[in-house]
Structure formats: C-alpha cells, structure tokens
C-alpha cells in the first residue's frame, strides 16, 4: 500500500543548484499536482496534470518545471535554486475531482 | 478566485470536550470538500470528503457537514483525545480543472 511515494525527504540546496524532486502513485490516479506549504500562507498550488502528457500551472509557478510522461509519475524540477523556495513540498494524487491522497512530503532549504 | 478561511487558528481544549472547527469558503460552485489532518512534520491524512450533493460525512467521531449555499463547513469530533491534537485543514475543489483550495488551518491542542 505505497499510495503517493515522495523522495528526498530532506534536502539542502545552494543557490543557482537544479534538482528534481521526485514523486510517484500506485493507484491509477489520473490526477496529480504539487504544493508548496509555508509559514502563514498554507499550501499553495505550484503545477497539476490531468493526464499523461498534460500539465498545467497553478497559483506559483515561477522556477518550476513539471512532466508527466507517465500516469504513475510526475517529477517537480527546480531550475535554479533561491532562498524563497525554501519550503516543504506535497505531491497529491487523485481520480479527477475525487479524494485526494498526499505524500510525506519534502522539505528543501535552499542557503 | 476562490478563498477558503478557517476560524479560529488555534483552539486548546481538555480531554472529553467535543469540538467544532470551522471551515468557510467564498465560492459555492464547487465539486467537494475535504478535510485533512496533519501532524507536525507529517504529511496531509484525509479524513472525510463530502460531494456537493451531500449535506454530511461520518467517521468514528468525526462528523462534517457542508452548506454549499452558505459557503460553510463544520468539522465535529466528539470526546476529544490527546491524540486528536493536529493541525485540521480544509479544502475545497473547484474550477475547470478541479482544484484544491486549502485554508490555512486550525491547529488543535487536547489536553489530558
């Protein structure tokens, strides 16, 4: 029962580093996305994708890159690292419109 | 765009008590809602979901209603436990391509 599997859990960035936050789902969900979650502002939505080969952006998506070339997986890429994405990072999947599962999440700081 | 508020931000309560957390929403068209639960450090554990064609969801203690028209929600949770103490979020779906709307949270403290 894996459900939504997020790796790293921890990471430590430098400024200007690239890296690919990795997300992956056993259950067939059509549905994915990620959100960031900070301090007094909640969690906000970064990109989404519907299907395979479909994504879309959400509420802030500046210095992300998505891709879903599968239906199982749906990797987030940091571009170029700054201190302002500093944050902890949820993957979500679900049926379109349904119940949605989250994973453990990643929690990145970038000096 | 739509905005979700969540009353109060934090709320401590003794053991035993039931509770109410609130959960308001300023647009109505919207496909469900969904309360999490999440711990510190933790991820999001969803705890009901509730159609916009249903007016309530149960499980165990927990019951939520939803009055679309009104743009409100409850979460109940019956006899409270130390071990209910979380941060409780509520979302709603909505738009064309469905998505999640978070409050910011209440953040619960039960007190043995």
């Known amino acids: 029962n894996a459900g939504v599997t997020q790796t790293p859990k921890f990471q430590v960035l430098k400024t200007g580093q690239s890296m690919t936050l990795q997300c992956a789902q056993d259950m067939n969900h059509e549905y994915m996305s990620w959100y960031r979650q900070d301090p007094g502002m909640g969690l906000r939505l970064i990109h989404y994708s519907v299907g395979a080969g479909i994504t879309d952006q959400g509420e802030v998506p500046n210095g992300y890159n998505v891709s879903r070339s599968t239906t199982e997986d749906f990797p987030l890429r940091l571009l170029s690292a700054a201190p302002s994405q500093t944050s902890v990072y949820f993957c979500?999947?679900?049926?379109?419109?349904?119940?949605?599962?989250f994973g453990q999440g990643t929690r990145l700081t970038v000096v | 765009k739509q905005e979700v508020t969540q009353i109060p931000a934090a709320l401590s309560v003794p053991e035993g008590e039931n509770l109410v957390l609130n959960c308001s929403f300023t647009d109505s068209a919207i496909y469900n809602l969904q309360w999490f639960r999440q711990d510190p450090g933790k991820g999001l554990t969803s705890l009901l979901l509730i159609q916009s064609s249903q007016r309530e969801q149960t499980s165990g203690r927990l019951n939520a209603s939803l009055d679309k028209s009104s743009g409100r929600s409850t979460l109940y949770i019956a006899a409270s436990q130390p071990g209910d103490s979380a941060t409780y979020l509520c979302?709603?779906?909505?738009?064309?391509?469905?998505?999640?709307?978070f409050g910011s949270g209440t953040q619960l403290t039960v007190l043995p």
């Open positions: 979302a709603v779906r909505t738009g064309s391509a469905r998505q999640l709307t």
């Open positions: 979500a999947s679900s049926r379109t419109g349904a119940e949605a599962f």
